[in-house]
Protein backbone atom coordinates (compact mmCIF):
# COMPACT_ATOMS: atom_id res chain seq x y z
CA UNK A 1 0.00 0.00 0.00
CA UNK A 2 1.56 3.27 -0.94
CA UNK A 3 0.35 7.05 0.11
CA UNK A 4 0.07 9.38 -2.45
CA UNK A 5 1.82 12.73 -2.73
CA UNK A 6 2.05 15.94 -0.57
CA UNK A 7 4.54 17.38 -0.09
CA UNK A 8 8.49 17.16 -1.51
CA UNK A 9 9.35 13.16 -1.56
CA UNK A 10 12.57 12.69 -0.02
CA UNK A 11 16.30 13.15 -1.02
CA UNK A 12 16.81 10.56 -3.99
CA UNK A 13 14.10 7.85 -3.17
CA UNK A 14 11.78 6.02 -5.04
CA UNK A 15 10.40 3.66 -2.81
CA UNK A 16 11.28 2.08 0.68
CA UNK A 17 10.45 -1.69 1.75
CA UNK A 18 9.95 -2.30 5.40
CA UNK A 19 10.31 -5.96 6.58
CA UNK A 20 8.62 -5.95 10.17
CA UNK A 21 7.64 -8.66 12.82
CA UNK A 22 4.65 -7.80 14.75
CA UNK A 23 6.22 -9.09 17.80
CA UNK A 24 8.96 -6.16 17.73
CA UNK A 25 8.52 -2.96 19.67
CA UNK A 26 11.73 -1.75 18.10
CA UNK A 27 10.08 -2.26 14.15
CA UNK A 28 7.15 -0.68 15.50
CA UNK A 29 9.00 2.38 16.41
CA UNK A 30 10.65 2.39 12.92
CA UNK A 31 6.86 1.86 11.10
CA UNK A 32 5.43 4.61 13.25
CA UNK A 33 8.55 6.66 11.63
CA UNK A 34 8.58 5.79 8.44
CA UNK A 35 4.23 5.88 8.20
CA UNK A 36 4.61 9.51 9.20
CA UNK A 37 7.31 10.49 6.36
CA UNK A 38 5.75 8.69 4.13
CA UNK A 39 2.62 10.28 3.79
CA UNK A 40 4.08 13.43 4.35
CA UNK A 41 6.66 13.82 1.63
CA UNK A 42 4.47 11.14 -0.54
CA UNK A 43 7.19 8.44 -0.57
CA UNK A 44 6.06 5.11 -1.95
CA UNK A 45 6.39 3.00 1.79
CA UNK A 46 5.95 -1.09 1.42
CA UNK A 47 5.58 -3.01 4.77
CA UNK A 48 6.44 -7.13 4.31
CA UNK A 49 6.83 -9.87 6.92
CA UNK A 50 9.82 -10.96 8.58
CA UNK A 51 10.23 -13.95 11.39
CA UNK A 52 12.01 -13.10 14.59
CA UNK A 53 10.63 -16.91 15.66
CA UNK A 54 12.22 -18.33 12.13
CA UNK A 55 15.34 -16.18 13.17
CA UNK A 56 15.63 -17.42 16.43
CA UNK A 57 14.30 -21.11 15.86
CA UNK A 58 17.60 -22.64 17.75
CA UNK A 59 16.99 -20.88 21.32
CA UNK A 60 14.78 -22.82 23.34
CA UNK A 61 13.19 -21.09 26.00
CA UNK A 62 15.08 -17.88 28.12
CA UNK A 63 13.96 -14.27 28.06
CA UNK A 64 12.58 -13.86 25.22
CA UNK A 65 10.18 -16.92 24.89
CA UNK A 66 7.02 -14.99 25.21
CA UNK A 67 7.79 -13.13 22.42
CA UNK A 68 8.95 -15.80 20.44
CA UNK A 69 5.38 -17.31 20.36
CA UNK A 70 3.63 -14.09 19.71
CA UNK A 71 6.02 -13.57 16.57
CA UNK A 72 4.98 -17.60 15.60
CA UNK A 73 1.08 -17.06 16.05
CA UNK A 74 1.28 -13.40 13.94
CA UNK A 75 3.25 -14.54 11.79
CA UNK A 76 0.64 -17.07 10.77
CA UNK A 77 -1.87 -14.65 10.58
CA UNK A 78 0.04 -12.26 8.62
CA UNK A 79 0.15 -15.67 6.28
CA UNK A 80 -3.44 -16.08 5.67
CA UNK A 81 -4.28 -12.42 5.28
CA UNK A 82 -1.86 -12.13 2.49
CA UNK A 83 0.12 -9.72 1.07
CA UNK A 84 -3.05 -7.36 0.23
CA UNK A 85 -3.56 -7.06 3.98
CA UNK A 86 -0.22 -6.50 5.46
CA UNK A 87 0.30 -3.13 6.38
CA UNK A 88 -3.50 -2.29 7.37
CA UNK A 89 -2.90 -5.57 9.51
CA UNK A 90 0.63 -5.15 10.90
CA UNK A 91 -0.69 -1.27 11.87
CA UNK A 92 -4.19 -3.14 13.89
CA UNK A 93 -1.66 -6.05 15.43
CA UNK A 94 0.87 -2.81 16.36
CA UNK A 95 -1.64 -0.30 17.81
CA UNK A 96 -2.71 -2.91 20.57
CA UNK A 97 0.60 -4.90 20.88
CA UNK A 98 2.67 -2.22 21.65
CA UNK A 99 0.72 1.27 22.17
CA UNK A 100 -1.64 0.01 24.48
CA UNK A 101 0.54 -2.69 25.99
CA UNK A 102 -1.92 -5.48 25.70
CA UNK A 103 -1.25 -9.21 25.52
CA UNK A 104 -2.09 -11.08 22.37
CA UNK A 105 -5.21 -13.07 22.66
CA UNK A 106 -8.22 -14.14 20.32
CA UNK A 107 -10.64 -10.86 21.49
CA UNK A 108 -7.62 -8.78 20.55
CA UNK A 109 -6.75 -10.31 16.88
CA UNK A 110 -10.83 -10.00 16.32
CA UNK A 111 -10.58 -6.36 16.94
CA UNK A 112 -7.87 -5.98 14.35
CA UNK A 113 -9.28 -8.41 11.73
CA UNK A 114 -12.35 -6.59 12.26
CA UNK A 115 -10.92 -2.93 11.76
CA UNK A 116 -9.30 -4.18 8.69
CA UNK A 117 -12.37 -5.62 7.03
CA UNK A 118 -10.86 -9.67 7.26
CA UNK A 119 -12.94 -12.20 7.49
CA UNK A 120 -13.08 -13.32 11.71
CA UNK A 121 -12.61 -16.68 11.53
CA UNK A 122 -8.72 -16.02 10.10
CA UNK A 123 -8.25 -15.64 13.75
CA UNK A 124 -7.84 -19.52 13.37
CA UNK A 125 -4.76 -18.97 11.67
CA UNK A 126 -2.51 -18.58 14.86
CA UNK A 127 -2.56 -22.25 15.69
CA UNK A 128 -2.21 -23.63 12.17
CA UNK A 129 0.95 -24.80 11.79
CA UNK A 130 0.42 -25.62 8.23
CA UNK A 131 1.17 -22.02 7.56
CA UNK A 132 4.88 -22.09 9.15
CA UNK A 133 6.50 -22.90 5.65
CA UNK A 134 4.79 -19.72 4.36
CA UNK A 135 6.62 -17.92 7.72
CA UNK A 136 9.53 -19.22 6.69
CA UNK A 137 9.80 -18.64 2.75
CA UNK A 138 8.82 -14.92 3.61
CA UNK A 139 11.55 -14.48 6.11
CA UNK A 140 14.15 -15.96 3.56
CA UNK A 141 12.99 -12.82 1.07
CA UNK A 142 13.36 -11.10 3.55
CA UNK A 143 17.46 -12.36 4.87
CA UNK A 144 17.97 -12.07 0.95
CA UNK A 145 17.08 -8.71 0.28
CA UNK A 146 19.49 -7.57 3.71
CA UNK A 147 22.22 -10.08 2.18
CA UNK A 148 22.73 -11.59 5.45
CA UNK A 149 21.21 -12.51 8.93
CA UNK A 150 19.40 -9.66 10.66
CA UNK A 151 16.29 -9.35 12.91
CA UNK A 152 13.21 -6.81 12.69
CA UNK A 153 13.34 -4.74 11.25
CA UNK A 154 14.65 -4.38 7.54
CA UNK A 155 14.75 -1.49 6.05
CA UNK A 156 15.60 -1.22 1.77
CA UNK A 157 15.72 1.95 0.29
CA UNK A 158 15.54 1.94 -3.40
CA UNK A 159 17.14 -1.68 -3.28
CA UNK A 160 19.58 -1.13 -1.33
CA UNK A 161 18.74 -3.02 2.82
CA UNK A 162 19.84 -2.38 5.99
CA UNK A 163 19.37 -4.06 9.12
CA UNK A 164 17.20 -0.99 11.53
CA UNK A 165 16.70 1.41 12.17
CA UNK A 166 16.65 0.17 15.74
CA UNK A 167 15.00 3.51 17.11
CA UNK A 168 14.50 3.63 21.12
CA UNK A 169 11.77 5.76 20.62
CA UNK A 170 9.67 7.61 17.88
CA UNK A 171 10.67 10.54 16.91
CA UNK A 172 8.96 13.61 16.08
CA UNK A 173 8.00 15.08 13.27
CA UNK A 174 11.48 17.23 12.36
CA UNK A 175 13.19 14.89 13.95
CA UNK A 176 12.27 12.18 11.52
CA UNK A 177 12.38 13.84 8.59
CA UNK A 178 16.02 14.56 9.14
CA UNK A 179 16.55 11.02 10.20
CA UNK A 180 15.14 10.06 6.70
CA UNK A 181 16.94 12.44 4.86
CA UNK A 182 20.30 11.10 6.77
CA UNK A 183 18.89 7.30 6.22
CA UNK A 184 18.37 8.07 2.30
CA UNK A 185 21.98 9.80 2.09
CA UNK A 186 23.49 6.67 4.16
CA UNK A 187 21.93 4.37 1.10
CA UNK A 188 22.98 6.26 -1.69
CA UNK A 189 26.60 6.06 -0.02
CA UNK A 190 28.57 3.08 -2.14
CA UNK A 191 30.61 2.50 0.58
CA UNK A 192 28.36 2.31 3.57
CA UNK A 193 28.10 -0.53 5.33
CA UNK A 194 27.28 -0.06 8.86
CA UNK A 195 26.92 2.53 11.59
CA UNK A 196 26.06 1.35 15.28
CA UNK A 197 26.12 2.56 19.24
CA UNK A 198 25.07 0.89 22.30
CA UNK A 199 21.54 0.89 23.28
CA UNK A 200 19.50 -0.25 26.09
CA UNK A 201 15.99 -1.45 27.24
CA UNK A 202 12.78 -1.22 25.51
CA UNK A 203 11.83 1.40 22.91
CA UNK A 204 9.84 4.24 24.72
CA UNK A 205 6.32 3.98 22.28
CA UNK A 206 4.98 7.22 23.08
CA UNK A 207 4.03 9.29 20.01
CA UNK A 208 5.68 12.60 19.67
CA UNK A 209 4.42 15.52 18.19
Same mark, same amino acid.
Given at each position: MTSSPTTDPGVGVGVVEIYVDPA??? !?WAASRWL /???AERRGVPAIWRPMSLAVLNECEVGGAHAERMTVSRRTGRLL /? !? /??DEAMRDLYFALGRRLHSEGRALSASLVGEALQECALP? &? =?VAAMDD @? @??DDVVRRAHRVSQEA =???TGGSPITVFDGRAYFGPVLTGIPGRDEA &????DALTTLAGTEAFAQVERPRSGPPDLAEVA
Amino acid at each position: MTSSPTTDPGVGVGVVEIYVDPACPF !AWAASRWL /AGVAERRGVPAIWRPMSLAVLNECEVGGAHAERMTVSRRTGRLL /A !A /AGDEAMRDLYFALGRRLHSEGRALSASLVGEALQECALPA &D =LVAAMDD @S @SLDDVVRRAHRVSQEA =LGGTGGSPITVFDGRAYFGPVLTGIPGRDEA &DRLFDALTTLAGTEAFAQVERPRSGPPDLAEVA
